[in-house]
């Protein structure tokens, strides 16, 4: 839980936003077919899994002089595990001109926006579309749902379904955990995901998706807001998230303002 006496700054919502995702994949060390390294210069993860997410790169805090062999060296670790890798960036990014070194290695990049919002400024009694029934998932058979309509809304293979399900059962689906699924129903058909994190002195959001026949009725919107009003009551001051293009309207929708820039550069071999 935070605890804090004075409103969050605009500069620690930043930091937070950063911190927030660092503390995720430190979590992830929980899960037996990830390996999580949290060296001095670099948080990093490799599985066997052919999904760049599962072997991310993050808070790099490298020397000028030894970036470029520190991206050989993951290249290499990915090569012999036949494996994408996905290089996360940010404001706290060492060096400045990381983005530019991973370029020149073969990285595909984008950026996404990373979003932030002071608990006190969420809608009180936020829209919430005809019919919509927000649960969390505490069950396998839930699991199993949510799995395939998250990769139904991401357009994801099915094995990386697979392996988010793997990942959640290890970690757990009690209602007190740091991490935790939610899943929208419509008419009583699933149709929408997120994810609430709690860690790095604010509440997460991630995982937001929405089957394509559903979309454009605020059912996004309403899927990031119920999971922050879980979060608001345990005492969480902040909420952030990282946004593509594509969703930014959705979560200025429900009060967020973007904060800082995460870069999200993807190698694949």
């Not at 969390?136 to 309509?149: E, G």
């Amino acid at each position: 839980m935070e605890k804090a006496s004075q409103e969050p700054s605009r500069v620690s919502q930043v930091t937070r936003i950063e911190a927030n995702l660092f503390a995720l994949f430190s979590l992830l060390r929980g899960w037996p077919q990830l390996e999580v390294h949290d060296d001095p210069d670099l948080l990093w993860s490799i599985s066997d899994i052919p999904f760049p997410l599962f072997n991310s790169l993050l808070r790099a805090n490298l020397p000028p002089s030894g970036a470029d062999a520190a991206i050989e060296e993951a290249i290499g670790r990915c090569r012999r595990r036949h494996v994408p890798m996905l290089w996360w960036t940010g404001p706290a990014t060492r060096p400045d001109d990381l983005e530019t070194r991973l370029a020149a290695k073969g990285f595909h990049g984008e950026e996404a926006r990373g979003m932030a919002v002071l608990m006190g400024a969420l809608p009180k009694n936020p829209p919430m579309p005809a019919g919509l029934v927000v649960e969390q998932v505490t069950d396998l058979k839930a699991l199993t749902q949510w799995c395939k309509v998250l990769c139904a809304g991401f357009e994801m293979p099915e094995f990386a379904g697979e392996a988010f399900f793997d990942l959640s059962r290890s970690l757990g689906l009690g209602s007190d955990l740091p991490l935790r699924n939610y899943l929208g129903w419509l008419g009583g058909e699933p149709v929408a995901t997120s994810s609430l994190f709690l860690g790095g002195g604010a509440a997460g959001i991630y995982n937001v998706a929405t089957l394509p026949g559903a979309r454009r009725r605020g059912i996004g919107s309403a899927m990031t807001s119920a999971p922050l009003h879980k979060a608001s009551a345990e005492g969480y001051q902040v909420a952030i998230l990282h946004s593509s293009e594509m969703g930014v309207g959705v979560y200025r929708n429900v009060g967020f303002e973007e904060r800082c820039r995460i870069g999200q550069f993807v190698w694949t071999g």
